[in-house]
């Protein structure tokens, strides 16, 4: 883990797109600004976790676990 100090207002940079920016320190609380492209994803680590468990769970779904899903599907009528 690369360790960096840097105060309110200072930033820093990851590649050539990607800004972070230390907005304001308050107590055991620290507000980062990033500039990231616009097609690029961002998630908190307990979101981006879930996620990945998520997608680890489906991986080991049965193709019998599928089709029982997709049988619950019904169209909706168009009125």
Known sequence: M???TRRPGES???GD????TVLSVQGKQIKLGLE???DMTVYREEVYLRV?????DALGASD???FAVTSLWQPT???
């Open 12 to 14: 820093l940079y990851l």
């Open 2 to 4: 690369l360790i960096l």
């Open 36 to 38: 990231v492209p616009r």
């Open 77 to 79: 009528k168009k009125k």
């Open 52 to 56: 990945q468990e998520q997608n680890q």
């Open 17 to 20: 797109d990607i800004k972070v």
């Open 64 to 66: 019998e676990d599928v």
